[in-house]
Structure formats: C-alpha cells, structure tokens
C-alpha cells in the first residue's frame, strides 16, 4: 500500500528558531499533499494544500509567511515553521494522495504521514 | 467553506455491542466521505469510505451510510472488539482545482469496555 513518511518524528527546538519537517511519499508520486495540524485530543486541521512545481494553498488564518510549504518533487514536501513560539508547539501531519490513482486524475484516498511532534521552548 | 460536525464526541460501549458515530456536513457538493482511525500517537488509517452516489457501503463490521438529502452520514461498527477502541474521525471531501481537500470532524473517541 501507499506509505508516507514524515521526519524528524519528534522536535524540540528554542524560541525564534526555525523548523524544517519533511513529507514524503515512498512508493507512490503525489502532486498534491497536505499539511495538518492536530492539538491533543482534538481533529485534524487542515493547514494547507501543497502542489507539486506551485505556491501552496493555504487555508484561511494560516499565516504563509510563517508556514512555509515547498513542495519541490513528487515524493517530497516540506514545511517550515519560522520564528517558532510556543504556541506553534503542536502535533504536524501531512498527507499525500497517489498521482496515479483515476488515470492520472489523482486518487481520493489520503494516506497520511506518522506525523511530527514540535515542541518549542 | 465546507462545515463538518461529529457526535458523539465520547462514546463507550461493551464489547460485542454495536457503536455509531454520525456526522453531518454543510456542502452539498462534497461528494466522498471517508472514516479514519486513529490510535494514540499514530498517524489516521482509512477504514472505510463512500461516494455520494452510493447510499451504504458495508466491510466485515463496519458499515458506512450516507443520506445526501439530509447532508449526513454515520459509521456504524457491529460486534466490537477492545482493538476498536481509538478516536474516529469523518470527513468531507470537495472536488478542487488542486484536488479533494478533506473537512474533518472534531472526532469520537470509541472505547469497548471488555
């Protein structure tokens, strides 16, 4: 099946620090992927949609000059957090979908990344 | 934008009882619905979906209904286990541009009491 993979898994870092956390898909090429930001014991919200060779689509409140999302290959996105504050301490998960899947269309499905737990000081 | 709401936000059943978590959306232009699982700490599984010209889908003990005219749909799990126990999150996904954009629920954390 589709796997994703997200590093590092964990990540302490000081305040005004920034943060560099990688989404990959390991056997499968995606245009598109997602990031996702989840509190303890809260849903998945949905950050923004990052396209392969173009600006990411963030969603509204999400502040792109803070978050920033580089999506340079088909197996591979990034996400910057910059001058990271405490309050951005939080649990981050992308997803892929399989470029493949509907004759190249894309498939629905989202497979998700193990997710990366930032902790700033 | 797409608003999808999950009730119950607990849920606890005993085990070989049935559990439904039920969820409503907002767009009548969402047009897939998939559940995911998600155990403490991991990363959500797809455990079952549905497309919005289908009315029930149904895997082993999980069965998935969506009613279109009233904008919700319900997961429903028969005989549970102990190994159901996680937190359930629906979602709605709208057709895009840049592809299907998933609105998630605020989540059910199911326990089966052995």
């Known amino acids: 099946g589709a796997v994703v993979s997200q590093h590092p898994s964990r990540v302490i870092c000081k305040s005004g620090t920034s943060v560099k956390i990688e989404c990959r898909s390991l056997?499968?090429?995606?245009?598109?992927m997602f990031w996702y930001r989840q509190f303890p014991k809260q849903s998945l919200m949905l950050m923004a949609t990052s396209n392969e060779g173009s600006k990411a689509t963030y969603e509204q409140g999400v502040e792109k000059d803070k978050f920033l999302i580089n999506h340079a290959s088909l197996t591979l996105s990034t996400l910057t957090v910059t001058s990271a504050h405490p309050e951005d301490s939080s649990f981050y998960i992308c997803?892929?979908?399989?470029?493949?899947?509907?004759?190249?269309?894309?498939?629905?499905?989202?497979?998700f990344g193990p997710g990366t737990r930032l902790l700033v000081l | 934008g797409e608003n999808v709401e999950q009730h119950p936000s607990t849920l606890s059943v005993q085990e070989g009882d049935s559990a439904v978590i039920k969820c409503t959306y907002s767009?009548?232009?969402?047009?897939?619905f998939p559940w995911y699982k998600q155990e403490l700490g991991k990363r959500p599984q797809l455990i079952i979906d549905?497309?919005?010209?289908?009315g029930e889908k149904k895997d082993q003990r999980i069965a998935v209904t969506l009613n279109k005219t009233a904008k919700h749909f319900s997961l429903h799990i028969t005989e549970t286990q102990p190994e159901d126990s996680a937190v359930y999150f629906c979602a709605a996904s709208i057709s895009r541009n840049t592809g299907n954009q998933f609105y998630f629920g605020t989540g059910t954390s199911l326990t089966v009491i052995p």
């Open positions: 997803s892929a979908r399989d470029w493949d899947k509907n004759g190249g269309a894309g498939g629905e499905t989202q497979y």
């Open positions: 767009d009548s232009a969402s047009n897939y």
């Open positions: 549905i497309r919005s010209n289908v």
């Open positions: 056997d499968f090429q995606a245009t598109t």
